[in-house]
């Protein structure tokens, strides 16, 4: 890492907002975007993308002037868990519904975690996945299967 880079941390998180913020940005102009009271298709999406492109320009410079820790080791087995959970989740919404999909996200996405414990893991992947079905399934009507076609669901 380069002498003027102060705070890697801050300099890496700003990295990964301008990219984030100005992706953002970038697909946006693809939509029409409308005005602040007929909104279009890239309005969200691009006031979105230039907060976060400001919020990703402050960290990079703070991180020329703060001093800070350098990075420690990334946990690759634990990223791995949480992107295969949510990939997972992705996959199983469909055929195997909200309730399967909520409870392997959480239960394998915790098992990443360095004090991880199963009871505690099967209470909380319960608790998420009944307010899961109670928030968008009963309250606001989502279309989403609460058990898929793998289980005689919808």
């Known amino acids: 890492m380069p002498a003027f880079i102060r705070h890697p941390k801050d300099f890496w998180s700003?990295?990964?907002?301008?990219f984030f913020g100005l992706s953002a940005i970038v697909?946006?102009?693809?939509?029409?975007?409308?005005t602040a009271g007929r909104m279009?298709?890239?309005?969200?999406?691009?006031?979105?993308?230039?907060?976060?492109?400001l919020v990703g320009a402050a960290s990079l410079l703070r991180s020329f002037f703060r001093q800070g820790e350098p990075?420690?080791?990334?946990?690759?087995?634990?990223l791995a868990l949480v992107l295969v959970a949510v990939l997972?989740?992705?996959?199983l919404m469909r055929d195997a519904g909200l309730v399967p999909a909520t409870l392997l996200?959480?239960?394998?996405?915790?098992?990443?975690?360095?004090?991880f414990n199963l009871a505690k893991a099967v209470a909380l992947a319960v608790g998420a996945t009944l307010f899961a079905v109670g928030l968008f399934v009963k309250l606001l009507g989502l279309p989403m299967p609460i058990f898929g076609p793998w289980f005689g669901g919808n």
């Not at 700003?14 to 301008?18: P, T």
């Not at 309005?43 to 976060?52: D, E």
């Not at 997972?88 to 996959?91: I, P, V």
């Open 14 to 18: 700003g990295i990964v907002f301008l």
């Open 88 to 91: 997972l989740f992705g996959f």
């Open 40 to 53: 279009g298709p890239a309005y969200f999406p691009s006031v979105l993308g230039g907060l976060l492109t």
């Open 105 to 115: 996200l959480i239960l394998i996405s915790s098992y990443a975690g360095q004090k």
């Open 27 to 34: 697909i946006g102009q693809d939509y029409e975007m409308g």
């Open 71 to 78: 990075i420690g080791r990334l946990y690759w087995k634990e």
